[in-house]
């Protein structure tokens, strides 16, 4: 019951995140991908600006479900593995999305939109807690 309240506040801020993504963060596909964006070429956008929030808004993502993986677990092995995984994660998801910006194709963007939803979503974080806790009851 000690978890509940500080679980419950790392998850409102990631909640505040994805509330106010359109303030705090450089990134025109939210709007692309919330139109009939499936003939459309994709909007004009700076290249590094998009990279960079695209971080920004993994490493703030990435952060808050360090914290909530550390609170539930409190294990330092469970951390540094999550840790590494979220790095991996990143490399790969980032050199991804690079690649898939410059070679989509109009009517082809499902692979952009899977990408991108992984870097800028905590969806790890829902992956990994289960999986932590199935391995600690086994």
């Known amino acids: 019951m000690k978890k509940l309240l500080p679980v419950a506040g790392l998850f409102l801020l990631l909640i505040v995140i994805r509330m106010y993504e359109e303030v705090l963060f450089y990134d025109p596909l939210i709007d692309f991908f919330k139109s009939e964006y499936a003939t459309k070429a994709l909007p004009a956008f700076d290249l590094l600006k998009l990279l960079g929030f695209t971080v920004l808004r993994f490493l703030l993502n990435t952060l808050i479900s360090l914290l909530i993986i550390w609170v ?38 499902m692979l952009l939109f899977y990408i991108r ?19 600690l009851k086994k």
């Open 117 to 135: 939803r992984f870097l800028i979503q905590p969806l790890f974080l829902l992956i990994l807690v289960p999986a932590f806790y199935f391995q």
């Open 72 to 109: 539930l677990f409190q294990k330092k092995e469970i951390i540094k593995l999550s840790g590494v995984l979220y790095l991996v994660l990143f490399v790969v998801l980032m050199l991804a999305f690079y690649v898939s910006l410059q070679i989509s194709e109009a009517g082809n963007y």
